[in-house]
């Protein structure tokens, strides 16, 4: 998962940044810059938002206690390193924030409260049993089924299993080391994690004023409790290893036994007392927990001999993937998208077109595997202007997931197609016919849907004059193009066709025939980045129908040629390969 993606290389950040204090080197501020990059190119911009927040954090606080004479160079460096790290990541970053700055992502935020979400209390008990709460491959909500307790909303964000173990030996830095920095520190990262996770005053009035953190899932802060509690553990057991007396060491090792047992027991009586009313799956799952959990206490007294210390990295490692075997399982693409005639009846139906669902009858992110256009959206990835065209606002994290009816003028996104349930197939149109039946009800609309138009009349106005008009359920694209970019001519009266004859992510051709000039209007997202040629030549792309895209076409055959070449890309590029230069240069220094 992207979360994973960039949440794994938040212990590199902090490793490089306390490497970068201890020595303030070229060489430190480079891996510092590299992890930077790495980060920023995880794939998941919130996460990567808290972590380098996290990081950030660190940074400060080394800088606050490092030695005068040597702060204002680790300063300079760290700067330097996140400068180099941002650029090596520009060839993904600057395209996504040129997405971002036109998609609906700060209203759907907006809509959602995204900074007021907070997690149950009960989170506390998810933390010390492992896989008590299930995954999605073997069961989910095992403890929750038994205590009666409320199931979270997203698996992903609550599954920060820490153990009693790991707890312990934090605890046990807390109290005897509660006067070195690093321990103060990390005792607050991880107890900041928890209470932002839980939602505790001021924290959600805090992320809704903060730029970014107002877009921000704040649950996911999860994480800093996790590694928090993490390091914390770590200098437990190297005080534990040597700066305790002999008598507390033994006392803390056979300490860990009793509640071990206690909770096995408890666990066990538990489950046991439910085995009628769970499902086998479950049953196995919370006995594998236990078993987890037992294991990794006499895995903690293996390794509590000086000669077995080294092996302690190695089995912590151990312990943390195997609660994550199931999050992510590896099964053929069938499994999850199994074939389904109702899928291959509405791509045959669509042709160049796209499809429509009412209700819950198909999630739009269903149709992606078989190649379906889906006129709706999921998530923050719909671009403002083409949501608001679809729904008649922007901001709605589920963008027509459910919709009760059609979109007010089908033809105007090319709607061929139309999903429904038995329940919602009252909502489709007269006219539509039924090409398939079955759990899936498939309706065909009264004329082929076409996304590319010769379009010879054409109207300009301003940005809401061209929303209304092309929202009116009596608008025809295939008579009028609406602009809202600058003046358009509009030509005589004129007979034409388009034809698509390549049709690919970054590149779309069609070739147009008439008796006349007019402009070809592909039914197809207007976006910085898109150019235009007319038989191979330069043409101006513009914005036709509030949302799409136009050009001025001769009469005749001409062929048109859509190209995705962003200059945020080229730029990008142009950066990460100068940083990637730098970075190598203060490698070898």
Same mark, same amino acid.
């Given at each position: 998962?992207p979360?994973?993606?960039?949440?794994?290389?938040l212990?590199?950040?902090?490793?490089?940044?306390?490497?970068?204090?201890?020595?303030?080197?070229?060489?430190?501020? #480079?891996?510092?810059?590299?992890?930077?990059g790495?980060?920023?190119?995880?794939?998941h911009?919130?996460?990567?938002?808290?972590?380098?927040?996290?990081?950030?954090?660190?940074?400060?606080?080394?800088?606050?206690?490092?030695?005068?004479?040597?702060?204002?160079?680790?300063i300079?460096?760290?700067?330097?390193?996140?400068?180099?790290?941002?650029?090596?990541?520009?060839?993904?970053?600057?395209?996504?924030?040129?997405?971002?700055?036109?998609?609906?992502?700060?209203?759907?935020?907006?809509?959602?409260?995204?900074?007021?979400?907070?997690?149950?209390?009960?989170?506390?008990?998810?933390?010390?049993?492992?896989?008590?709460?299930?995954?999605?491959?073997r069961?989910?909500?095992?403890?929750?089924?038994?205590?009666?307790?409320?199931?979270?909303?997203?698996?992903?964000e609550?599954?920060?299993?820490?153990?009693?173990?790991?707890? #312990?030996?934090?605890?046990l830095?807390?109290?005897?080391?509660?006067?070195?920095?690093?321990?103060?520190?990390?005792?607050?990262?991880?107890?900041?994690?928890?209470?932002?996770?839980l939602?505790?005053?001021?924290?959600?009035?805090?992320?809704?004023?903060?730029?970014?953190?107002?877009?921000?899932?704040?649950?996911?802060?999860?994480?800093?409790?996790?590694?928090?509690?993490?390091?914390?553990?770590?200098?437990?057991?190297?005080?534990?290893?040597?700066?305790?007396?002999?008598?507390?060491?033994?006392?803390?090792?056979?300490?860990?036994w009793?509640?071990?047992?206690?909770?096995?027991?408890?666990?066990?009586?538990?489950?046991?007392?439910?085995?009628?009313?769970?499902?086998?799956?479950e049953?196995?799952?919370?006995?594998?927990?236990?078993?987890?959990?037992?294991?990794?206490?006499?895995? #903690?007294?293996?390794?509590?001999?000086?000669?077995?210390?080294?092996?302690?990295?190695w089995?912590?490692?151990l312990?943390?993937?195997?609660?994550?075997?199931?999050?992510n399982?590896?099964?053929?693409?069938?499994?999850?998208?199994?074939?389904?005639?109702?899928?291959?009846?509405?791509?045959?139906?669509?042709?160049?077109?796209?499809?429509?669902?009412?209700?819950?009858?198909?999630?739009?992110?269903?149709?992606?595997?078989?190649?379906?256009?889906?006129?709706?959206?999921?998530?923050?990835?719909?671009?403002?202007?083409?949501?608001?065209?679809?729904?008649?606002?922007?901001?709605?994290?589920?963008?027509?997931?459910?919709?009760?009816?059609?979109?007010?003028?089908?033809?105007l996104?090319?709607?061929?197609?139309?999903?429904a349930?038995?329940?919602?197939?009252?909502?489709?149109?007269?006219?539509?016919?039924?090409?398939?039946?079955?759990?899936?009800?498939?309706?065909?609309?009264?004329?082929?849907?076409?996304?590319?138009?010769?379009?010879p009349?054409?109207?300009?106005?301003?940005?809401?004059?061209?929303?209304?008009?092309v929202?009116?359920?009596?608008?025809?694209?295939?008579?009028?193009?609406?602009?809202?970019?600058?003046?358009?001519?509009?030509?005589?009266?004129?007979?034409?066709?388009?034809?698509?004859?390549?049709?690919?992510?970054?590149?779309?051709?069609?070739?147009?025939?008439?008796?006349?000039?007019g402009?070809?209007v592909?039914?197809?997202?207007?976006?910085?980045?898109?150019?235009?040629?007319?038989?191979?030549?330069?043409?101006?792309?513009?914005?036709?129908?509030?949302?799409?895209r136009?050009?001025?076409v001769?009469?005749?055959?001409?062929?048109?040629?859509?190209?995705?070449?962003?200059s945020?890309?080229?730029?990008?590029?142009?950066?990460?390969?100068?940083?990637?230069?730098?970075?190598?240069?203060?490698?070898?220094?």
């Amino acid at each position: 998962h992207p979360h994973a993606n960039t949440a794994c290389l938040l212990p590199a950040l902090f490793w490089a940044l306390g490497r970068l204090s201890d020595r303030g080197s070229f060489r430190n501020a #480079a891996l510092l810059g590299l992890f930077i990059g790495l980060a920023l190119l995880g794939g998941h911009p919130p996460t990567m938002l808290q972590a380098l927040g996290a990081a950030a954090a660190y940074a400060v606080f080394l800088a606050v206690r490092a030695p005068r004479v040597d702060r204002m160079r680790f300063i300079g460096l760290a700067l330097a390193a996140a400068v180099l790290g941002a650029c090596l990541a520009a060839p993904a970053l600057l395209p996504y924030l040129e997405y971002h700055g036109l998609s609906s992502t700060a209203g759907a935020s907006q809509s959602l409260a995204r900074w007021g979400t907070r997690l149950s209390p009960w989170l506390l008990l998810h933390l010390l049993m492992p896989l008590a709460s299930g995954s999605p491959a073997r069961g989910a909500e095992v403890l929750a089924g038994l205590f009666g307790l409320a199931p979270e909303s997203n698996f992903i964000e609550r599954a920060a299993w820490t153990g009693l173990i790991p707890l #312990a030996f934090a605890a046990l830095a807390v109290v005897r080391r509660r006067r070195e920095g690093e321990v103060l520190f990390h005792a607050g990262l991880a107890l900041f994690g928890l209470m932002a996770a839980l939602g505790a005053p001021p924290l959600p009035w805090l992320w809704k004023i903060l730029p970014g953190y107002s877009q921000v899932n704040p649950t996911r802060l999860l994480l800093l409790w996790s590694f928090g509690v993490a390091v914390l553990a770590g200098l437990g057991v190297e005080l534990e290893s040597g700066d305790l007396p002999l008598g507390e060491r033994r006392l803390l090792r056979w300490a860990m036994w009793p509640p071990a047992v206690t909770a096995g027991v408890v666990y066990w009586a538990l489950v046991w007392r439910s085995l009628e009313e769970l499902r086998s799956a479950e049953f196995v799952l919370a006995v594998s927990g236990m078993a987890l959990f037992l294991a990794e206490c006499v895995a #903690a007294q293996w390794v509590h001999g000086s000669r077995r210390r080294a092996w302690a990295p190695w089995l912590a490692g151990l312990f943390c993937l195997l609660p994550a075997l199931d999050v992510n399982p590896s099964a053929p693409a069938g499994t999850f998208f199994p074939e389904a005639p109702a899928l291959s009846v509405m791509k045959g139906a669509a042709g160049e077109g796209r499809v429509f669902a009412l209700g819950r009858a198909l999630e739009p992110n269903l149709g992606m595997p078989p190649r379906l256009r889906d006129a709706r959206g999921r998530d923050f990835t719909a671009l403002r202007r083409y949501e608001r065209l679809v729904a008649g606002s922007a901001g709605d994290f589920d963008f027509y997931s459910g919709a009760p009816s059609l979109p007010p003028n089908p033809a105007l996104l090319a709607i061929g197609v139309v999903g429904a349930t038995e329940r919602t197939a009252s909502a489709v149109p007269q006219g539509w016919k039924k090409i398939h039946e079955g759990g899936l009800l498939v309706f065909s609309a009264p004329a082929r849907a076409k996304r590319a138009l010769f379009v010879p009349a054409a109207r300009s106005g301003g940005e809401e004059e061209a929303f209304a008009a092309v929202r009116a359920p009596g608008f025809d694209p295939a008579r009028t193009a609406w602009f809202d970019d600058g003046d358009a001519p509009s030509f005589p009266p004129a007979k034409g066709r388009a034809l698509i004859v390549e049709d690919g992510a970054n590149a779309v051709a069609v070739e147009v025939l008439s008796d006349g000039p007019g402009w070809l209007v592909l039914l197809d997202s207007w976006f910085p980045g898109w150019e235009a040629t007319v038989d191979g030549k330069p043409a101006r792309l513009r914005r036709a129908d509030y949302a799409f895209r136009a050009v001025e076409v001769p009469g005749g055959r001409s062929v048109v040629r859509f190209d995705y070449r962003p200059s945020s890309l080229g730029l990008g590029l142009i950066l990460a390969l100068f940083a990637a230069f730098v970075l190598a240069a203060a490698w070898l220094i």
